[in-house]
């Protein structure tokens, strides 16, 4: 007797190998999302990580304050549905061209930052979102960070930055960008 082998029997066999091994479905619902790299506990700490950067002239530790290109593509841009909505899914040239602006505009923001800005001792006397806290789907934005500063001579000062992200109760800057 001649036995036949279905055309879908590797398939099935592949899935079925995949599910054995990986440890099924379940094994992917346990598996932590990923976070935010080099992130802060608070926005106060946050603040204080940038003023430290600012003060010691720091470009690379002022660039670790903000969102890198795989924490942008993998959380921001598609965290960026409404509350409850399933994450959005951009094409590969949007999700390039979005990542390049913003990495471009933010690296010409960091060095107005450092040239304003470093080398002073700099203490935060208050600071506020100019454009509120905003939920997302994938994080807590919170808009248009302003901060009041007092120099070491005690003259006050203003500094405007873009936004801040919150995921999982860490915090990074999304862009230095205020527009």
């Not at 007797?1 to 879908?8: C, G, L, Q, S, V």
């Not at 890198?68 to 960026?80: N, V």
Request: a positive charge; charged letters at 30%; hydrophobic letters at 35%.
């Amino acid at each position: 007797m001649r036995t036949t082998i279905p055309r879908h029997f590797p398939l099935l066999a592949a899935t079925a190998l995949c599910l054995v091994v990986g440890g099924g479905v379940e094994a992917n619902i346990d598996r932590p999302r990923p976070g935010l790299r080099h992130a802060s506990g608070s926005v106060e700490d946050l603040i204080e990580r940038l003023l430290s950067a600012l003060e010691a002239r720091d470009r690379k530790a002022l660039s670790q304050l903000r969102v890198d290109k795989a924490e942008y593509l993998r959380l921001i841009l598609p965290g960026t549905a409404q509350p409850g909505e399933p994450a959005k899914r951009y094409s590969s040239n949007l999700r390039r061209f979005a990542w390049d602006m913003l990495d471009s505009k933010c690296k010409f923001w960091e060095s107005t930052l450092l040239n304003t800005f470093g080398g002073k001792d700099l203490t935060v006397d208050s600071f506020d979102y100019r454009e509120g806290v905003k939920e997302y789907a994938g994080y807590t934005a919170y808009r248009q960070l302003e901060l009041q500063l007092r120099d070491a001579t005690g003259e006050v000062q203003e500094l405007r930055t873009g936004s801040v992200v919150e995921i999982d109760g860490r915090y990074k800057f999304i862009s230095w960008v205020r527009d």
